[in-house]
């Protein structure tokens, strides 16, 4: 079965700076992993998605993430962050197996002080 | 183009009373989702319906959740009666339920029920 754990529940971060939000997931066969944004009373909103090919993935609003299979993590971050960024980021992965299936992590909150 | 509708947004009600949660879901998507999310919580799903069919309810608690998505559009989802660790928020997403070589496609969520049971 699969599992991810976002390791930090809560970042806070000062305006302009980088950010890395962290994702680990277990899984036996290949999967597809993603990135949301929740912001306050909204329902999610798909940041970006690792399917195959390339595993630097580029996402809206700036962001980006790197799939690495040995590590089994797929880490977000931002080079420079703006006030809007402050949000609920939940890491998701689903599987050939599972298909339309996903498995959420617990999220990360990120805070953007100015 | 519309995204997904939920309503209500807020809903509070003593326990043992029932409760009731529509969703609308975008035009031409024909996989829908519930999900349940606790506070401090990523969603967990409910229930998976493709068109009017429910293929995955394994985590859905049948003996007070109940759910129906008659004509493949629509869905509603219920629970009867409520109880106090019900209280959490309820997202409704839906997809085009087209899974192809190249992976699962997006789902897009709704902007959930938050309920409230006292």
């Known amino acids: 079965a699969q599992s991810v754990t976002q390791l930090d529940s809560q970042v806070p971060v000062f305006e302009e700076a980088p950010v890395e939000l962290r994702c680990n997931y277990s899984?036996?066969?290949?999967?597809?992993l993603f990135w949301y944004v929740q912001y306050p009373n909204q329902g999610l909103q798909l940041l970006l998605k690792?399917?195959?090919?390339?595993?630097l993935v580029k996402g809206i609003n700036g962001f980006e993430a790197e799939f690495n299979k040995s590590q089994t993590s797929f880490h977000l971050r931002k080079p420079s962050v703006h006030i809007s960024d402050t949000a609920e980021y939940f890491c998701?992965?689903?599987?050939?197996?599972?298909?339309?299936?996903?498995?959420f992590g617990t999220g990360t909150s990120l805070t953007v002080i100015p | 183009e519309a995204g997904v509708v939920q309503s209500p947004r807020y809903k509070i009600i003593e326990k043992k009373q029932p409760v009731a949660f529509w969703c609308n879901p975008i035009?031409?998507?024909?996989?829908l989702y519930w999900y349940l999310q606790n506070l401090g919580q990523g969603p967990e799903l409910l229930i998976r319906?493709?068109?009017?069919?429910?293929?995955?309810d394994s985590q859905l608690p049948k003996d007070r959740f109940s759910a129906e998505r008659l004509k493949g559009v629509d869905s509603t989802l219920k629970i009867q009666p409520a109880e106090l660790g019900d209280s959490a928020v309820y997202l409704c997403?839906?997809?085009?339920?087209?899974?192809?070589?190249?992976?699962?496609?997006?789902?897009?969520f709704g902007p959930g029920t938050r309920l409230t049971v006292l």
């Open positions: 998701a992965v689903s599987d050939m197996n599972t298909g339309n299936q996903f498995y």
């Open positions: 035009s031409g998507h024909n996989t």
């Open positions: 997403a839906s997809s085009l339920g087209s899974l192809y070589a190249g992976g699962p496609d997006e789902q897009f």
């Open positions: 690792y399917l195959s090919g390339s595993t």
């Open positions: 319906y493709e068109n009017e069919e429910a293929v995955d």
């Open positions: 899984s036996s066969v290949s999967v597809y």
